[in-house]
């Protein structure tokens, strides 16, 4: 099993519409945890961080569930500018050093 | 003021070449990193260092070598690549190990 998973997709989302990406984890001792959002040919961009249960910032909303192992990303009223890949990463505590381990992504495009 | 440099955007070498790629940040972060992303892939973790010091060396070649003259400069040494090297190279940096991290707009290296 892979220490983070995501479904790659892509998802295809008419704008306006929500939309919603799980991120499965199987280091239970995973202590904090983050969305980064790529366009095509750049470099990744920090969407959000999430230490508790949760975070929301606008549109965004993102949500912890430790018991399940899993951290979901929505987005609401999604816009065509949403459109890239969705990276979520997992940071563990190991061989004494902090790791953050990064899941594959999940391409989201966004149709007029 | 969240900003890493890099540089150059842009690198074409030889497998023969000696080449250097930099990094840059003025935020007071105390751990860096250097990445190495393909195409539809994610960021694939190459070393840490985390206050100057390195603390992460994911099996790198050592045709690969990094350097942290000080707390705001990151520098990879490059030599004898192989085509196979050929690759988006990132650099990020974060408070500290394991907190969010912010990337540079990375370099997009060609090993001819």
């Known amino acids: 099993r892979k220490e983070v998973e995501q479904d790659p997709g892509p998802f295809n989302v008419p704008e306006g519409a929500t939309v919603a990406f799980n991120c499965t984890y199987s280091?239970?001792?995973?202590?904090?945890f983050f969305w980064y959002r790529q366009d095509c040919r750049k470099e990744p961009k920090l969407l959000m961080s999430v230490y508790s249960s949760g975070n929301e910032d606008g549109r965004f909303t993102a949500q912890l569930n430790r018991a399940s192992q899993y951290i979901s990303l929505l987005i609401r009223d999604s816009k065509l500018s949403d459109s890239a890949t969705y990276l979520c990463?997992?940071?563990?505590?190991?061989?004494?050093?902090?790791?953050?381990?990064w899941g594959a992504g999940t391409k989201l495009i966004i149709k007029p | 003021d969240t900003e890493v440099t890099q540089t150059p955007k842009h690198l074409v070498m030889g497998m023969t070449n000696k080449k250097s790629l930099k990094c840059e940040q003025h935020?007071?972060?105390?751990?860096m990193y250097w990445y190495k992303q393909k195409a539809k892939k994610p960021p694939e973790l190459m070393f840490v260092?985390?206050?100057?010091?390195?603390?992460i060396n994911e099996s790198v070649p050592s045709r690969f070598s990094p350097e942290c003259p000080n707390s705001s400069l990151l520098n990879l040494h490059l030599h004898a690549l192989q085509p196979e090297d050929s690759a988006l190279y990132l650099c990020a940096s974060s408070q500290q190990a394991g907190y969010e991290q912010y990337f540079g707009p990375g370099t997009r290296l060609t090993v001819t």
């Open positions: 260092y985390s206050y100057e010091k390195l603390s």
């Open positions: 280091n239970s001792a995973s202590q904090s």
């Open positions: 990463v997992v940071n563990v505590f190991m061989d004494s050093n902090y790791q953050l381990i």
């Open positions: 935020m007071g972060h105390r751990a």
